[in-house]
C-alpha cells in the first residue's frame, strides 16, 4: 500500500464541519457535493445547497472559490447574506519592534460576506492571504424559509 501525498493530507484536514451553539464551520476544501454527502451538515443547509446555491454554481466547486467569484446580482450572495455567512482569514503583518526589528506576526479576522467580496479576493489570489474557514449562523439558517 502506497503512502499518500502530503497534499492529500493537507486537502482533507480542511474538509471539515464543526458546530458550536451559534454557528456551522465548514473547512475551506469543502466542495458543494462533499457537504451534501456530510452527515453532520444540517439538513436544511443542504436544502439550500440543492435549491438554490446549484443554480449559481456546480456542485463540485469549493465553496470558497464560489465564494471569491460570486457576484452581488447572484440568488446564492442574497442567500449566503440571509445566513449572516463569515469568512475567517489570516494573514501576515508586518511590524516594528523594540530596537527597530522587524518582527511578522499572523493576523486573523472574520469578515461578513459583503466585506469579503469587496476587500479580501485580489488577496487571496495573490496568496497574501488565506481562508481559514467559512461559516453561517444557526439562528439564521433556522428561520430561513426554503
Same mark, same amino acid.
Given at each position: 500500500m502506497g503512502t499518500p501525498d502530503n497534499n492529500e493530507f493537507n486537502n482533507n484536514d480542511f474538509k471539515y464541519v464543526i458546530q458550536d451553539t451559534n454557528c456551522v464551520y465548514f473547512g475551506r476544501e469543502l466542495t458543494y457535493a462533499e457537504m451534501m454527502d456530510k452527515d453532520d451538515i444540517p439538513f436544511k443547509f443542504k436544502a439550500v445547497i440543492s435549491a438554490h446555491i446549484a443554480r449559481d454554481t456546480a456542485l463540485d466547486r469549493k465553496m470558497t472559490d464560489h465564494?471569491?467569484?460570486?457576484?452581488? /446580482?447572484?440568488?446564492?450572495?442574497?442567500i449566503f447574506e440571509q445566513l449572516k455567512l463569515t469568512v475567517r482569514v489570516c494573514y501576515k503583518e508586518s511590524k516594528k519592534g523594540i530596537g527597530g526589528k522587524i518582527k511578522e506576526k499572523w493576523v486573523?479576522?472574520?469578515?461578513?460576506? /459583503?466585506?469579503? =467580496?469587496?476587500? =479580501?479576493?485580489?488577496?487571496?489570489?495573490?496568496?497574501?492571504?488565506?481562508?481559514?474557514?467559512?461559516?453561517?449562523?444557526?439562528?439564521?439558517?433556522?428561520?430561513?424559509?426554503?
Open positions: 465564494l471569491l467569484q460570486i457576484s452581488e /446580482k447572484e440568488f446564492s450572495y442574497r486573523h479576522k472574520a469578515y461578513p460576506l /459583503k466585506k469579503f =467580496c469587496s476587500e =479580501c479576493p485580489d488577496q487571496v489570489r495573490s496568496g497574501d492571504m488565506m481562508i481559514e474557514d467559512i461559516s453561517v449562523s444557526k439562528l439564521a439558517l433556522m428561520v430561513l424559509s426554503i
